[in-house]
């Protein structure tokens, strides 16, 4: 590995590491909870729109993007 390589990889494992990923699962209720006190603590970075999971199940799924710090 060259110089260079390590450089980017070191750089990206940081970029990497400022963000934690998340996909949550359950009701609208309980999903709107979560977002308002991840909003209000300042991590919040991205939240995706809700998806209904399949069939005749009532719960949503959201990706959420939070800071690690």
Do not use: C, K
């Amino acid at each position: 590995m060259t110089t260079r390589e390590r450089a980017y990889a070191r750089a990206n494992n940081q970029r990497a590491a400022q963000f934690t990923e998340l996909w949550i699962t359950g009701s609208p209720e309980d999903i709107a909870a979560l977002v308002q006190a991840v909003a209000r603590s300042g991590r919040l970075v991205y939240l995706s729109a809700p998806t209904q999971m399949p069939g005749d199940d009532n719960r949503h799924r959201r990706y959420l993007r939070l800071r690690a710090r």
